[in-house]
Nanobody
Framework: QVQLVESGGGLVQPGGSLRLSCAAS????????MSWYRQAPGKERELVAF????????NYADSMKGRVTISRDNVKNTVYLQMNSLKPEDTAVYYC?????????WGQGTQVTVSS
């Protein structure tokens, strides 16, 4: 079965950096685009970053452009999210996502808290 396991979240001061990882299994990772979403308390889940199946195309939320980079390793079946210059408003649970046959699959999420 499809499994997505996020890691790398934590508490970081404003201006700091974090690298999130999402280990995928149960499907042919290299043929699917991958995405990162986030959900802050009281807000809807929103797309943060998207990467095509071979990594040749990426797209980012306007709120994070220039501060975040999505990448993937199709040998390790892992997608990454490097986040820099973090702000308190980036505090959220970050989720890995894959859409297979019109069905969305999600990981359990990893908490990112940006606070001094």
């Amino acid at each position: 079965q499809v499994q997505l396991v996020e890691s790398g979240g934590g508490l970081v001061q404003p201006g700091g950096s974090l690298r999130l990882s999402c280990a995928a299994s149960g499907f042919t990772f290299s043929i699917y685009a991958m995405s990162w979403y986030r959900q802050a308390p009281g807000k809807e889940r929103e797309l943060v970053a998207f990467i095509s199946r071979f990594g040749g195309y990426t797209n980012y939320a306007d709120s994070m452009k220039g501060r975040v980079t999505i990448s993937r390793d199709n040998v390790k079946n892992t997608v990454y999210l490097q986040m820099n210059s973090l702000k308190p408003e980036d505090t959220a649970v970050y989720y890995c996502n894959v859409k297979i046959a019109q069905e969305d699959y999600w990981g359990q999420g990893t908490q990112v808290t940006v606070s001094s």
